[in-house]
């Protein structure tokens, strides 16, 4: 799952700041910001992690073989997809 890093402009990476809430288990929140150039995904009582950009929506962790995936819908991120090692994928959508 990891993919060799590219750079991405700190106006692209604040876009996808936010709250995302997991369709299931319900309730549960992921939390991505952002320091300066760089990105995180926050997963309360999984881990938290930088964000390394594969391309402008996709990102992969260093620490864990997990992906992260940007959805936008007419331009605005509406949903996040964690894609596990496995291929499992949970989607969370934008709340905040």
């Given at each position: 799952?990891?993919g060799?890093?590219?750079?991405l402009?700190?106006?692209?990476?604040?876009?996808?700041?936010?709250?995302?809430?997991?369709?299931?288990?319900?309730?549960?929140?992921?939390?991505?910001?952002?320091?300066?150039?760089?990105?995180?995904?926050?997963?309360?009582?999984?881990?938290?992690?930088?964000?390394?950009?594969?391309?402008?929506?996709?990102?992969?962790?260093?620490?864990?073989?997990?992906?992260?995936?940007?959805?936008?819908?007419?331009?605005?991120?509406?949903?996040?997809?964690?894609?596990?090692?496995?291929?499992?994928?949970?989607?969370?959508?934008?709340?905040?």
């Amino acid at each position: 799952m990891r993919g060799v890093s590219v750079r991405l402009d700190p106006k692209i990476l604040e876009t996808y700041v936010g709250q995302y809430q997991y369709e299931e288990p319900p309730n549960r929140i992921v939390t991505v910001s952002r320091e300066g150039d760089r990105l995180f995904v926050d997963i309360p009582k999984d881990f938290k992690s930088e964000l390394f950009a594969e391309s402008e929506s996709k990102f992969f962790l260093k620490t864990a073989s997990r992906q992260v995936v940007f959805i936008k819908n007419e331009g605005r991120v509406t949903h996040l997809e964690l894609v596990l090692g496995d291929g499992r994928t949970s989607r969370a959508k934008r709340v905040k």
